[in-house]
């Protein structure tokens, strides 16, 4: 089976088989190698930092819980993703992904948190992902390629975990 190249000219495996490690591009082209299904400190780097949006899909393609982006400082209208948005909703601000339990513990790849508590994102705003949102992190150049496949897979063992 043969893979594609990713932006960073890396060869990507569409479809990683499981017990074998694959390389998965998070923040600033860090490579990491994720076994996928196994839920590690390695994955949980990965999906945390350059990889949550790909997480954050496929944990809300499995489970329903509707996706918000986590808000970092104000938006200055000079990022690339600003575009017409600016302002408080500028998808240039959004520096983290996660799921909105029922309960409303925001989910990532390392657990659930109570708003305003997950790790490396207190107190941020969120807001929720739409269509746009989604779109314009799909086409900046600062958000890596989402891993799907390596994604879908951490999500049973992260639910396992709950």
């Known amino acids: 089976m043969t893979g ?8 990507i495996n569409p479809q990683p088989r499981a017990h074998h490690p694959v390389t998965v591009i998070g923040q600033w082209h860090r490579a990491f190698e994720i076994t996928p299904g196994h839920l590690d400190d390695t994955a949980r780097e990965a999906f945390t930092h350059g990889q949550c949006h790909a997480f954050a899909r496929a944990l809300n393609s499995a489970t329903g819980w509707p996706a918000l982006g986590l808000l970092t400082s104000d938006c200055d ?16 601000r959004i520096g983290h992904i996660v799921c909105l339990r029922p309960d409303g513990a925001h989910v990532d790849i390392k657990g659930a948190h109570r708003p ?6 207190q107190n941020a705003d969120s ?6 949102l989604w779109q314009a992190i799909e086409e900046a150049t600062t958000w890596r390629d989402a891993n799907m496949h ?6 049973a063992p992260l639910l396992a975990c709950l």
Do not use: E, I, Y
């Open 150 to 155: 390596v994604a879908r897979s951490m999500v």
């Open 116 to 121: 305003f508590r997950v790790p490396d994102c």
């Open 4 to 11: 594609h190249l990713g932006s960073t000219g890396t060869a």
């Open 127 to 132: 807001l929720p992902m739409t269509g746009d």
């Open 77 to 92: 209208g000079q990022d690339l993703m600003c575009g017409d948005h600016g302002g408080r909703n500028c998808p240039c």
